[in-house]
């Protein structure tokens, strides 16, 4: 199933019945239902498409080509032919960042998370490949890194976020790798170096320091799933009684998760296992050649660690292209990020009408996975119709997250909640907080292909 040998014999054996029951779960009503859906073909496509409204060929602009700006074009393309769309993203490679915690502890290759965004552009869709540089709302303008203007009547804001590796004294994201310093979320070309720093430190054991830092982040559960199987890989290789494993969060006393009931399920497996938890300790400083990481209090004590494996998890903000704009939050919690001042509930602009937000940019409560935007892409797309049409929104989003959250290779536990942090579970099989193999075989196998049927709008 991985594509590393099996540790020990019993983990062979372990392998063998795995592999049994993927052979028999191929029959079963939930994973023929999820293939089937994520391999339709273009005839299914159109057959499940929402009926095409009357527009006029109004200009949407989509600025960003990840998942949500993908969608949103799908979607929108079958909503309102007659509209002139078009995407700005320089970026060429399409990148299935919720397979990075696999890549990085060593269940898949990194070639399972690379595409190309020119697969995934829907025909007659437009594709300027620069960056966005700015954003000019009252003009309803934005600019592109060559200088070049592009006016639109309608704005779609799907940047993702910036990883804020420059705020890490020392920090070197192209020494992701080495030296014991991993980090899931940089590229696939990292979270490959991450598991090859991960690989060497099992084999020999010693002290692993995994971080989270303050404030919002994209796929909050992947520090806390690096850390799960960073103690099951130290097992798989017999150096977990020799090995210490620190997870230090930067968050409030007894805080590594959101979500209360989820959070205190964490600490209280972390504990079974023996992780050591940190709080308010926020990772400021690394000496990558002495191997040490320097930690800060809210109050400014700095604290020196010694490390044989560091987990490096970045705080985030919004792109500067928006931060610099006049489109984020300009008071409260979301300001300092400079997060996109939208509706939480249908998603558009609370100062321009004419400006959507979806995934990681926008300035709600929760809802920075591929999840949420698989979720709510359909739901921009609807409400961007609708006011194309001079309507009003009327399509609510109720915040929905998903976290398939690995607690070692073959279980998993898939959470579900909204904004409010109350857990929805979505299938009866599967209990938010009972670990299961169902629950990792639909992160190993099923949710990339659901994935790709949202980029192509047909879920």
Not at 197 to 223: E, N
Not at 321 to 345: I, N, T, Y
Not at 368 to 373: E, I, P, S
């Amino acid at each position: 199933m991985t594509h590393h040998k099996p540790d020990n014999p019993l983990a062979a054996e372990q392998h063998a019945a795995r592999r049994a029951l993927l052979r028999a779960l191929g029959g079963a009503p939930l994973a023929l239902g999820a293939l089937h859906a994520a391999r339709a073909d273009q005839a299914t496509q159109a057959q499940d498409a929402p009926a095409p409204v009357a527009l006029n060929a109004a200009h949407v602009v989509i600025a960003g080509c990840g998942m949500g700006g993908l969608a949103v074009a799908s979607r929108l393309r079958m909503l309102a032919p007659n509209a002139r769309i078009t995407i700005v993203d320089a970026k060429q490679e399409h990148n299935y960042q919720p397979g990075y915690t696999l890549v990085a502890t060593g269940v898949w290759p990194m070639e399972k998370v690379r595409d190309r965004n020119a697969d995934f552009i829907p025909e007659g869709v437009e594709w300027v490949q620069e960056m966005v540089a700015a954003f000019d709302p009252a003009a309803n303008r934005l600019t592109t890194a060559s200088g070049r203007a592009i006016g639109y009547d309608f704005l779609v804001v799907a940047t993702g976020l910036q990883l804020g590796y420059d705020q890490i004294e020392g920090m070197d994201v192209a020494a992701i790798g080495q030296n014991g310093m991993g980090s899931v979320y940089h590229s696939p070309e990292a979270a490959q170096a991450t598991w090859h720093a991960m690989d060497a430190f099992r084999a020999k054991g010693g002290q692993a320091v995994m971080t989270l830092p303050p404030g919002a982040i994209k796929c909050a559960g992947a520090p806390l799933k690096m850390t799960f199987m960073m103690a099951d890989r130290l097992r798989q290789a017999g150096t977990l009684a020799q090995s210490s494993v620190h997870f230090h969060s930067a968050l409030a006393p007894n805080t590594v998760f959101g979500v209360k009931v989820v959070n205190d399920d964490i600490l209280a497996r972390w504990q079974a296992l023996g992780i050591q938890t940190h709080y308010r300790s926020r990772l400021a400083a690394v000496d990558l050649g002495a191997r040490q990481a320097v930690f800060v209090s809210p109050e400014g004590e700095r604290s020196t660690v010694d490390y044989d494996f560091l987990h490096v998890v970045p705080p985030m903000r919004a792109p500067d292209a928006v931060r610099h704009s006049d489109l984020p939050h300009q008071q409260g919690p979301m300001a300092a990020g400079g997060w996109l001042e939208v509706s939480k509930d249908t998603l558009q602009h609370k100062r321009y009408a004419n400006v959507f937000g979806v995934g990681d940019i926008n300035g709600t409560p929760r809802g920075k996975t591929a999840a949420t935007v698989k979720k709510s892409a359909p739901l921009v797309a609807h409400n961007l119709a609708r006011v194309m049409a001079g309507q009003a929104p009327d399509q609510t989003f109720d915040g929905y997250t998903s976290c398939p959250m690995v607690v070692r290779e073959g279980s998993a536990m898939l959470i579900e909640f909204d904004y409010e942090g109350r857990l929805t579970p979505s299938l009866p099989m599967l209990e938010p907080l009972q670990e299961s193999f169902m629950a990792w075989f639909m992160k190993y196998r099923l949710l990339k292909p659901l994935y790709v049927s949202a980029l192509r709008g047909r879920v």
